[in-house]
Structure formats: structure tokens, C-alpha cells
Nanobody
Framework: QVQVVESGGGLVQAGGSLRLSCSAS????????MNWYRQAPGKQRELVAG???????NYAGSMKGRFTISRANAKNTVYLQMDNLRPEDTAVYYC?????????WGKGTLVTVSS
């Protein structure tokens, strides 16, 4: 059973940085694409950034230039470096991994940005 677990969330002041991690376990295969999503209170879940197995990345418009996604393939781990955080970045951040036609969600990690 594949499990996806996020970590690294917390409380940070506006302008600060956080690095989130997401690890997939329970498989001998390398995860294909891995995406980060977030859901703020009262809002729909939205895509933050994604990275393919070949390293190609994509970002939502408001995150470009502030967030950086990367991965360590050997560890089935993806990272989200978040810089210059804003109060509106406050949300639960979720990781979604794709493997052999299936997708797997983590339970999320809370990021709170204070003004």
C-alpha cells in the first residue's frame, strides 16, 4: 500500500520561508509526477506546483518566483521551498503522487503565515 506523508508545515511570519517535504513509501517503483496542492479555509483546493519524473516543473501563477519544487527520485521525495510567504498562503498543503495509473494523497500539513 502506497502512503504519502507531508511534513514541514508550521507558523511563520510574513516574508519568511518554509520547506515542505513529501515522501511516498510502500512501493519499489519510482513515483511518476508529484504535485503540491493547498486548501485555505472556505476555499477550494488548488494546485500549487508539480514536478514530473523527468524533472519538468509547473507552478500556479501566484507562486511563480516564490515557490520552488524539487525532488529526490531515489527517495521518492519531493520538496516545496516557499519563500517570501504571505498571509494568503495560509492553508493546508497536500501532496499527491502518481504511480502506475493511480494517485495517492497525503493528509496534509498546515502552513500558517502571520502578518
Amino acid at each position: 500500500q502506497v502512503q504519502v506523508v507531508e511534513s514541514g508545515g508550521g507558523l511563520v511570519q510574513a516574508g519568511g520561508s518554509l520547506r515542505l517535504s513529501c515522501s511516498a513509501s510502500g512501493t519499489v517503483y519510482s513515483i511518476d509526477a508529484m504535485n503540491w496542492y493547498r486548501q485555505a479555509p472556505g476555499k477550494q483546493r488548488e494546485l500549487v506546483a508539480g514536478i514530473a519524473s523527468n524533472g519538468l516543473t509547473n507552478y500556479a501563477g501566484s507562486m511563480k518566483g516564490r515557490f520552488t519544487i524539487s525532488r529526490a527520485n531515489a527517495k521518492n521525495t519531493v520538496y516545496l521551498q516557499m519563500d517570501n510567504l504571505r498571509p494568503e498562503d495560509t492553508a493546508v498543503y497536500y501532496c499527491r503522487g502518481y504511480l502506475r495509473g493511480m494517485d495517492y494523497w497525503g493528509k496534509g500539513t498546515l502552513v500558517t503565515v502571520s502578518s
